[in-house]
T-cell receptor, first 112, second 114 residues
Framework: DAGITQSPRHKVTETGTPVTLRCHQT?????MYWYRQDPGHGLRLIHY???????DKGEVSDGYSVSRSKTEDFLLTLESATSSQTSVYFC???????????FGPGTRLLVL | AQSVTQPDIHITVSEGASLELRCNYS??????LFWYVQSPGQGLQLLLK??????LVQGIKGFEAEFKRSQSSFNLRKPSVHWSDAAEYFC????????????FGSGTRLSIRP
């Protein structure tokens, strides 16, 4: 399995609080992605990164920001969490954007 | 805009029976196509992928898929399912362009009848 870890694996937070999820890789892959998975929607791309300090928005980026200061780490921040952001968040990595993506184990986030 | 459609939300098959999961894509050129599987509480695992060449691709766990350009389809098949195949299956497409990103279908949940 590709070396991808996500932390935390589970989190419960309150509406209005900031939350940061971390994705860490040991594969030195250039591309990193953040998805959210919700019933009936499959996986939807939030943001992705194509290099250190290089990021772009996905289809559901509102309310989320990302940062990538090192190749191995990609952070997803919910500046002020809302109940609609309750979801399972997956990080993925790939050597190139047309290549296979390898997924982390996911983070379950509950916003009360 | 590119899109992926998995028309079956939930399928139940008997153990030992054959399986076909449907996937249709919308894109002008030949895309890169993937099938992923997700077991409950787990991340996604790649089953197989098609980039070019032979339109019948073999994957892990005895799965195969066939790319049919004329039908814009990339259906997943398995001749004989096992109880451990119960999971959710996602078809995905990446368009060959510099601004492209992978697009996932909404998934098909597979249940296995003993």
């Amino acid at each position: 399995d590709a070396g991808i870890t996500q932390s935390p694996r589970h989190k419960v937070t309150e509406t209005g609080t900031p939350v940061t999820l971390r994705c860490h890789q040991t594969e030195n892959h250039r591309y990193m992605y953040w998805y959210r998975q919700d019933p009936g929607h499959g996986l939807r791309l939030i943001h992705y990164s194509y290099g250190v300090k290089d990021t772009d928005k996905g289809e559901v980026s509102d309310g989320y920001s990302v940062s990538r200061s090192k190749t191995e780490d990609f952070l997803l921040t919910l500046e002020s969490a809302t109940s609609s952001q309750t979801s399972v968040y997956f990080c993925a990595i790939s050597p190139d954007q047309q290549e296979t993506q390898y997924f982390g184990p996911g983070t379950r986030l509950l916003v009360l | 805009a590119q899109s992926v459609t998995q028309p079956d939300i939930h399928i139940t098959v008997s153990e030992g029976a054959s399986l076909e999961l449907r996937c249709n894509y919308s894109y002008g050129a030949t895309p890169y196509l993937f099938w992923y599987v997700q077991s409950p509480g787990q991340g996604l695992q790649l089953l197989l992928k098609y980039f070019s060449g032979d339109t019948l691709v073999q994957g892990i766990k005895g799965f195969e898929a066939e790319f049919k350009r004329s039908q814009s389809s990339f259906n997943l098949r398995k001749p004989s399912v096992h109880w451990s195949d119960a999971a959710e299956y996602f078809c995905a497409v990446v368009a060959y362009s510099s601004a492209s990103k992978i697009i996932f279908g909404s998934g098909t949940r597979l249940s296995i009848r003993p």
